[in-house]
């Protein structure tokens, strides 16, 4: 008998692993890969094909693939294939764009079968500073829904600000919920998990590592940065939420500058489809927490309360040409260039109230003069702020007036997209009102940034990618832009160990002539990844990119710009892990303006910062140069 066993063993091990290989050959994209399961599968007897079993194997896809197929059949932002060069067409806005604009714009189209939103306002926030009060006074003004989901969400005073402010939001009847990551949120302790189920907000943690049952998708992350407000409100960038990203808090022993951008229009029922998405994924996989009962709010200490400063200290939230405008336009972005809106209500300001000739309406819908102080028994209503094309306002037909929630301000209100509520110092710094009795007061005072105006030509559109999908959607969209670009690449990010065919893109794009700028942080916090980047750097800086390194603090800001239009911007970094096997979100913006106000944050940047000469690059030690090819040799899982 003990003569069969190694016998057995034997036959078991070939079969495993010629499955292995089999399967392997079959699904894995890159060859590599392929070949690499397959030699840990022989080289090491069954072990190799159990690690294959847990992290070979996309049980994601597959996932997703049942979830899309319940719903009946695929939804926008999944289709990926030949099919979508016919049916993704071109809008008239991108009809009327230079030539060479819109070839940088077809790939975008064609990948995620969505077309560019139109009727969009975007305006750059930096750091917390000017990111979190934003994002709070957008919580504590919802009326339908606050939906939020992050990667890290500390429980630092930051972090349980915007518990409260979620709690009390769903107090009051809105739905409130949250997504974080199921490895991102061990970054703090005690996990937010526990303060959202104590102040009962529906949560759930994407992709939870489990030991029972096993769940072996540790390198599976959910990386994206979304708030959605009331369908009509959004933000996202590269932003966490947390103590860490008060870039200018001299008590902050770890500062991070970053970009978030709060963006109003129909691009925000897209960013709304994309957390639908991924709640119903969770929902699936049984990962929420669904409180019943009403929530309560939890008692937190004024230090902490008072994080978000009071309007005046704050930009206005919409321009001023759009205040103006009759509300029942208001109806038609959405539905005209943005498709899929699920039935959310009409045009972009979805879920609102409908009022009819002569009468009035009963639903989420209110006219609100001019010189009205409220809104139901709350909010005060600022009238120095306009509407916008998707603000959430209610439809009104004539002599009729609705009743609800939403608010359609007289035009004579809004003083303009420039404007600072309440400050009269439009040239001083950000935030300059802001009460000193705060005890977060220099919050958005000590940033050294301006309030950017809101940008209000924009078109944009939202890419989304992750491993449930069949294409690195955002890597294709990145090399297929930077291919097309003619005149500069500005490219803008945390870490940079781009795959082989982003490589290549850059280098062609400068063997060309095309002037390409890497700007990265001089300080990280993952110096491993600057190692592997160290490696690649050579190859890419001898054939004409300029990769520079920008002063301490940290920078963890992502963009991509390109020409004098195109931006990308988002949650996604430069390096295999973001563009392979995260869960990433990405905006397409067409706009010369938000182009300008990047050129003018980052040229002083990039005029100060460290070019790295290919000197440098050759005067590194032996054993500098060891280690930093053997780190990159793991970079596909750094």
């Known amino acids: 008998m003990t003569d069969v066993a190694p016998i057995v063993v034997a036959v078991v091990h070939v079969v495993i692993a010629v499955a292995v290989g089999l399967h392997a050959t079959l699904n894995k994209r890159h060859s590599r890969a392929a070949f690499g399961w397959l030699v840990a599968a022989i080289s090491l007897p069954i072990a190799g094909s159990i690690a294959y079993g847990l992290f070979g194997i996309n049980r994601v896809r597959t996932r997703s693939r049942k979830l899309r197929d319940e719903q009946g059949g695929p939804q926008p932002f999944h289709r990926v294939g030949l099919a979508n060069v016919a049916h993704a067409e071109e809008t008239e806005e ?21 077309r560019l939103c139109s009727e969009n306002t975007v305006r750059t926030l930096y750091d917390g500073e000017q990111a979190y009060p934003l994002m709070l006074r957008a919580i504590e003004q919802a009326r339908e829904r606050v939906w939020l989901c992050t990667y890290i ?22 739905d409130a919920r949250v997504i974080v990551d199921g ?48 369908d009509a409100l959004a933000f996202t960038g590269g932003m966490n939420i947390g103590g860490r990203h008060m870039a200018w808090d001299p008590e902050n022993p770890h500062p991070v500058q970053d970009l978030m951008f709060e963006l109003r229009g129909p691009v925000a029922l897209q960013l709304a489809e994309l957390f639908e998405h991924d709640w119903r994924f969770c929902r699936v996989r049984r990962s929420t927490f669904m409180p019943r009962g009403p929530s309560e709010r939890p008692a937190l200490p004024d230090a902490q309360r008072e994080l978000a400063p009071p309007d005046d200290a704050l930009p206005d939230p919409a321009p001023a040409d759009d205040a103006s405008r009759d509300v029942s336009s208001s109806s038609s972005p959405v539905g005209d260039s943005c498709p899929g809106d699920m039935n959310r209500g009409a045009g972009a300001g979805a879920g609102v109230g409908r009022v009819d000739a002569g009468g009035s309406g009963e639903g989420d819908s209110q006219v609100v003069a001019a010189s009205s102080s409220l809104v139901g028994d709350s909010y005060p209503v600022d009238t120095n702020r306009g509407t916008g094309a998707c603000a959430g306002v209610g ?42 009795s705060l005890p977060l007061r220099d919050a958005a005072a000590r940033s050294p940034h301006d309030w950017e105006p809101a940008v ?18 955002l890597e294709t969209v990145y090399t297929s832009v930077i291919a097309a670009a003619e005149r500069r690449v500005l490219l803008i990010t945390p870490y ?18 095309v002037e390409v700028t890497v700007l990265l942080p001089e300080k990280t916090n993952l110096p491993y990844v600057h190692a592997a980047m160290r490696r690649i750097a050579p190859w890419l800086v001898k054939r004409g990119v300029r990769i520079v390194m920008q002063p301490p603090p940290f920078s963890h800001a992502k963009a991509l710009v390109v020409d004098d239009r195109y931006v990308m911007v988002g949650s996604a970094n430069m390096d295999p892990r973001s563009l392979r096997l995260n869960f990433e979100v990405g905006l397409e913006v067409v706009s010369r303006s938000l182009v300008d106000q990047l050129d003018a944050h980052f040229g002083p940047i990039i005029a100060s910062s460290r070019e790295l000469t290919l000197g440098d690059l050759q005067r590194r030690s032996f054993a ?12 596909p899982y750094l």
């Open 94 to 114: 991108e009809r009327s764009l230079p030539v060479e604009v819109r070839q940088l714009l077809r790939v975008g189209r064609v990948v995620t079968n969505a």
């Open 153 to 174: 969400f500390e429980t630092n005073p930051v972090g349980e600000r915007f518990v409260e402010a979620l709690a009390a939001a769903r107090a009051r009847g809105v």
């Open 183 to 230: 490895v991102g949120e061990w970054y703090s302790r005690p996990r937010v998990g526990r303060l959202l189920r104590r102040a009962r907000v529906p949560f759930a943690r994407y992709l939870p590592p489990r030991l029972l049952p096993p769940q072996a998708y540790v390198n599976l992350r959910n990386h994206r940065k979304v708030l959605v407000v009331d």
């Open 395 to 436: 439809r009104a037909d004539a002599g009729g007036s609705g009743e609800g929630d939403s608010q359609v301000v007289a035009a004579s209100s809004s003083p303009g997209v420039d404007s600072y509520p309440g400050d009269t110092n439009r040239g001083a710094r950000a935030g300059t009102t802001l009460p000193q």
């Open 456 to 473: 209000t030509d924009a078109l944009c559109r939202v890419i989304p990618d992750g491993p449930d999908h069949d294409l690195s959607k």
């Open 496 to 513: 940079f160990v781009p795959p082989e065919d982003l490589q290549t893109a850059l280098i062609t794009a400068a063997l060309r002539g």
């Open 624 to 635: 500098r140069r060891v280690g930093d090819g053997a780190v990159w040799l793991f970079s």
